[in-house]
């Protein structure tokens, strides 16, 4: 790496993760090699299956490992190994299905629930369904029904319809036994001898300085601190920036694009951190789904739903939050929350930062007011008022694992029953995620009640034209955006939010 920020750090030329207790190091990985491809083709390891190609199946579920931020800490997390490239598992531990049997080929609890509830037909989903499972197990040592379909909303299966499965769910916790072995321990009860022995070997994989390995004239360059990673971007301006890979892992397997440069955010130690501030939560562009939304829902707990609903564990495992925003999709699911959250970015070009409100982001369809060699840094939402309402619905037409059709989000801030501030935003409704502000119009300083919230529904066809495509028609949104308008205004009265999601453990 050329950069003077770079020097005295080692720059690591290899890829080095631990698999099945060795240190496994690849000297030129194909920078867009699919982990998925690594162990099916070059390790012939093929118990991870391939469905779609695309995060959608779960059927390539493996489990990442890694030192959480305690340092004392193991974190393990389900990923689509389909879309994840090889260079980003550099420092971690893999954990496939054939990594789960103990040293006397027992069977781990989530396999042995499996065989016991008859969870398995085909087969072809299983150690996806596996993985998942084990990932459930590691994470939650009592999971109610409702946390068991969220830890599977990312695995399809075609035979079982599902109820052996999550009996399995249930079953592997009677399995468990008393080892040491990490892999075995249900929940994060305390760290033992095997997870901290697993600790000590990831921390001798570590690095302090960058990541640069090529293959072909293509590279794959993954910084540790921002400011390498802003000296980076303005030496390689049209380079990919690549985050969690949900989208950046689809234009390779998907579109065949050829990618001769991408520089990795996941490593940037400034990036993948969240603060709270007096003010604002302050969430780097890298901060994952998984970990960006529960301080999101701690401020704004009306927006559950709209995180339960946004793809899978394994896809809000890999994904960011930025790169949701960055890549500057009209159907994203929270720009139109973060919209009526007044949300705004801090973007960085070299040594100059800028504030930018994400209302003035988006310019035209997938364009953004990002310039070249420039990135999202963090992105600053404004803490609630204690008597700003919030909520944010998804139409789209499975409610696990799909698409928005329409993703509406709206902010109220009453005065009495006169409305003092009220935003509405919407994906789907036009080529980029946007604000009403017609509707908005005809809202602030009206009394909110029936008259003027039909007033608003009618704004809001000089808002948006909506195309017609395979979600939905134009017709179709133009009523929908109306309707939901309609819910969160009969909702305001109730003390609980409007989702259609309601059920216990
Ligand atoms: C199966 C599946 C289901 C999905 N479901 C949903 C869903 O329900 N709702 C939804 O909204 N989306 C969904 N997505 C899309 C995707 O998961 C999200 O958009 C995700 O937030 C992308 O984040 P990422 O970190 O993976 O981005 P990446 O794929 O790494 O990058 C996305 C884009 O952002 C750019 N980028 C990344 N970081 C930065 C940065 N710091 N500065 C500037 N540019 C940057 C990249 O160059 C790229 O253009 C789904 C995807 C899949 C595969
Ligand atoms: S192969 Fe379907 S999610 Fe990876
Ligand atoms: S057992 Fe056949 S697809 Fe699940």
Known sequence: MASAKAAGREIRR???????DEVVTIKHPDPTRTVLQYLREDLQRTGTKEGCAEGDCGACTVVVAEVDDTGTRLQARAINSCIQFLPTLDGKELLTVESLRDANSNLHPAQQAMIECHGSQCGFCTPGFVMSLFALYKNNANPGRREVDEALAGNLCRCTGYNPIVAAAREMYRESSDTEDWRYQAGDGQAGKDEKR??????????????QVTADKRQFLAPRDINALADLLLQYPSATLLAGGTDVGLWVTKQHRVLDTIIYTGDVAELTRATCTETHLEIGSAVTLTDAMPLLLEHYPSLTELFIR??????????????????????GDTMP????????????????????????????YQETALRKGEFVERILIPLPTHDVRVESYKISKRFDQDISAVCAAFSLQLEGNRVAAFVAAFGGMAAIPARALNCERALVGQQWNSESIAAAMNALDEDFTPLSDMRASAAYRQQVSKNLLQRFFLASGSARSAGVYHYGR
Do not use: H, W
């Open 14 to 20: 290899c890829v080095r993760f631990i698999l099945d």
């Open 198 to 211: 697993r600790i000590a070997m990831l921390r001798k994989i570590e690095r302090d300085g960058p990541l």
């Open 310 to 331: 946004f793809a899978s564990p394994p896809i809000r495992n890999a994904g960011t939050l930025g790169g949701n925003i960055a890549n500057g999709s009209p159907i």
């Open 337 to 364: 929350a973060l919209l009526a959250l007044r949300t705004q970015l801090t973007l960085r070009k070299g040594d100059e930062t800028r504030i930018l409100p994400l209302a003035d982001f988006y310019l035209a």
